[in-house]
């Protein structure tokens, strides 16, 4: 059975970090990519990565301050968020998707973690 379990969220205040990991179980996949939606608003994309090559993307909403890695042993994928903002509230969730491309719409994507709450507030 193939599943996707995210974990890391929690409460951090403005300028603080947060790693997130979306451990895969069942299979690997060539594309894995994290979304994020908040409340009222469309799942949007952050970041992926092409599992094979390691080549990675980001979405310029959070360049500079986010960066997705994985760890072939442990099948995990990691977000680390550093310098959040109260913005970067939403539900974050894991996707996976059995071709090696790199899609930013969510539209495509195998599988889906059921998401964790990242919530940036003073």
């Known amino acids: 059975q193939v599943q996707l379990v995210e974990s890391g969220g929690g409460l951090v205040q403005p300028g603080g970090s947060l790693r997130l990991s979306c451990a895969a179980s069942g299979r690997t996949f060539s594309t894995y990519a994290w979304f994020r939606q908040a409340p009222g608003k469309e799942r949007d994309f952050v970041s992926a990565?092409?599992?094979?090559?390691?080549?990675?993307y980001v979405a310029d909403s959070v360049k500079g301050r986010f960066t997705i890695s994985r760890d072939n042993a442990k099948n995990t994928v990691y977000l680390q968020m550093n310098s959040l903002k109260p913005e970067d509230t939403a539900v974050y969730y894991c996707a996976a998707d059995h071709l090696l491309r790199v899609r930013t719409f969510p539209m495509g994507y195998d599988y889906w973690g059921r998401g964790t709450q990242v919530t940036v507030s003073s």
């Open positions: 990565i092409m599992w094979s090559v390691g080549s990675t």
